[in-house]
């Protein structure tokens, strides 16, 4: 009976909190143009509210950086330790596999099937979501006054940028900064590898049977591209389309590139239907990376440009 | 009541036969890369030529993708026809009995347990769906007799059962439920010939009910009636829902669950061939087999280079192919 009565006091300040955050914010900002200096300026730390837009374009507002943040992506959660704001995790998904710590974080569900009753439990002054699967326990969270900060970036760049804001939304613009110039630089690094060397045509597996692929506006497209490849799979559209093996031969990629991990098991890519002829496979050009770096918008995806360039352009690499 | 004018025997199957031809040909000529005449004259004649990148289109992609899903075509034809006899209710599909879900169900403990070699899912699919043939016949099997009543029950208790333990492990092991659900869609992306050799096992047991009409036609009348003629009703029931469960097992095996196809096509040449045996079995394995071949080659062109699912495609021709002939039925 206490716990209940506790719960809906809590919620009931929580809601008053968030309105007051809410008031506060609309007249302290005034318009949106303001978001843009304030993403600029580094004295956003100051008290008052801290204002940045989420990957779906819509508006985060904090009075203070958030102390207890619930992930529900584990790109969110290593994004959060990677900058430094491990300690106001308050919890993860069951996917959470890196860094170490984040294995021992309580568990909401997994990014499928986040428990939006848990999640409130936490009573989290910041989530961060993914897009897609989650808009229905967005819209819930959100019901509940919950801030909700929806990671999707589409490309590298982004990825950076949403770091910078959560770096924001957690007072954490100094491990944020660190995380940022680092994933700067190995794309400058990559840049300079590749410099004006011809794209090699580039496969990237995501998925085996059926095959399917990253196709544009994805951060995985965007990667390729900066790695020196020129992705074969953006023909078949936006998102992770199906692609048909016919085609895959017909165009046949210098480099292909299997995705591996949780989700998907290549197994031997060379002994599959018309693999043979491959000239990636003839010439050895056949890779598998790990899904979490390639597939996981957040600060490995600069490990993840390093090797993709090892595979897409060897040459680059050793040369340097 | 006059029934509508029916394609005799022999002709009917030379139809369909021919009918068959030609889907395989267009199967083979037709794709998301296209091939010229002359070019696919080349490949034909020149037979598979390493290091060639239009053979391995034609010959390592094209070609076993075909013949897979004409053999699982034909296979899920076959065994509707059987079951729908067996058990004299029209809407029996080869997935009642519950072989289906338990093949499904092989192959997500396959994925869950994640063999790299991926005919080891192959072979769980099988067992499945074979294992659960096996605990639905004992759940029939009453002094000696099968009461195809209670099979029916006991098919789709278990199918549920099945499907109930594939959700259970899809939560438990949530990573690999994108490719379980792949799996249970049905596809014929990316086979090729070590799946034609499975799927080429469907073959004695599609001519082996072929041996079988006269009794099949009997068992329409009813078992008491077929005992009174003479057929040995136990024997022939046995063989035939062994038949059905095997076909249905090895097609789901290599294509996962593809809907509509043994329904429909027992259905729609019940319609244009009368219910005698002797021509609507050979005629269903054929349209089974052309249905499915055209319904790939429309999931792997219309949209390419990305695929619909093959079983979207065979819903969309059967469903208004049906009720155009079960009205034109009707009214003659």
């Known amino acids: 009976m206490s716990t209940i009565r506790i719960g809906r006091l809590a919620a009931v300040l929580l809601l008053i909190a968030v309105l007051t955050v809410g008031v506060v914010a609309l007249s302290a900002c005034g318009s949106g143009d303001e978001e843009t200096a304030a993403s600029s300026s580094p004295a956003a730390t100051a008290a008052g509210p801290i204002t940045v837009t989420d990957d779906s374009g819509i508006e985060v507002t904090l009075d203070a950086p958030a102390e207890a943040i619930v992930s529900l992506a584990p790109a969110n959660t290593e994004i959060a330790f990677a900058i430094g704001a491990g300690e106001q995790m308050a919890a993860g998904t069951s996917y959470d596999d890196y860094p170490e710590e984040a294995k021992a974080l309580p568990k909401i569900g997994d990014f499928a099937n986040p428990n939006v009753e848990k999640i409130a439990s936490f009573n989290p002054d910041l989530v961060l979501a993914a897009a897609g699967l989650q808009d229905k326990v967005l819209t819930e969270l959100k019901e509940l006054g919950v801030q909700v900060y929806v990671v999707d970036p589409k490309t590298y760049d982004g990825t950076i940028a949403t770091i910078g804001n959560i770096g924001k939304l957690t007072g954490a613009e100094n491990g944020a900064a660190m995380v940022v110039e680092e994933m700067t630089a190995a794309k400058e690094e990559v840049q300079a590898a590749v410099g004006d060397l011809p794209a090699a045509t580039t496969f990237l597996e995501i998925y085996s049977k059926p095959l399917m692929t990253a196709g544009t506006g994805t951060f995985i497209d965007d990667m390729i591209t900066i790695a020196g490849g020129e992705n074969i799979g953006a023909q078949a559209g936006s998102g992770f389309p199906s692609f048909s093996t016919e085609v895959l031969v017909k165009d046949d990629p210098q480099v292909y590139i299997a995705d591996s991990g949780s989700m998907s098991e290549p197994g031997e890519i060379e002994k599959r239907a018309g693999f043979a002829d491959l000239t990636a496979v003839k010439e050895g050009n056949v890779y598998v990376i790990e899904d979490s770096i390639i597939a996981r918008p957040g600060p490995r995806l600069a490990e993840g440009l390093r090797q993709l360039v090892t595979m897409i352009h060897p040459e680059a690499s050793t040369t340097e | ?332």
């Open chain 2, 1 to 332: 009541m006059t029934r509508p004018a029916r394609t005799g025997t022999v002709p009917g199957i030379l139809l369909a036969a021919g009918v068959l031809a030609v889907c395989l040909a267009l199967g083979l000529a037709l794709g998301p890369v296209s091939l010229s005449l002359s070019q696919l004259w080349h490949l034909v004649t020149a037979g598979p030529v390493q290091g060639d990148l239009q053979s391995a289109i034609f010959w390592e992609i094209r070609m076993p993708r075909v013949l897979v899903s004409a053999l699982v075509g034909a296979a899920l034809a076959v065994a509707g026809v059987i079951l729908q006899d067996l058990f004299l209710n029209p809407l029996t599909d080869p997935y009642v009995t519950g072989v289906s879900s338990g093949a499904a169900l092989g192959a997500t403990i396959g994925i869950v347990l994640h063999f790299a070699n991926l005919s080891v899912t192959t072979v769980l699919a099988i067992a499945g769906g074979l294992g659960t043939l096996v605990i639905v016949w004992m759940a029939a099997r009453r002094r000696g007799r099968i009461d195809v009543f209670v099979l029916l029950l006991a098919g789709v208790t278990i199918s549920y059962l099945a499907s109930a333990l594939v959700t259970v492990l899809m939560i438990k092991a949530n990573e690999d439920m994108t490719a379980i659900i792949y799996w249970l869609m049905g596809s014929f992306s990316g086979r090729g010939w070590p799946d034609v050799r499975v799927a080429l096992v469907t073959i004695p047991f599609m001519i082996a009910p072929l041996f079988f009409t006269r009794e099949m036609d009997i068992l329409l009348q009813g078992e008491k009636r077929a005992l009174e003629l003479g057929v040995e009703v136990e024997r022939t029931k046995r063989l035939l829902l062994v038949t059905a469960g095997v076909l249905t097992a090895l097609a789901v095996s290599v294509s996962g669950i593809i809907a509509f196809v043994g329904l429909v096509v027992p259905h729609v040449v019940r319609l244009l061939m009368g219910p005698g045996h002797r021509g609507m079995l050979p005629v269903s394995l054929l349209a089974g087999a052309s249905l499915m071949v055209l319904a790939d080659l429309l999931s792997r062109t219309v949209i390419a280079p990305n695929e619909i699912p093959v079983g979207v495609v065979t819903t969309f021709i059967g469903a208004p192919l049906f009720v155009y002939l079960l009205r034109r039925g009707r009214r003659a």
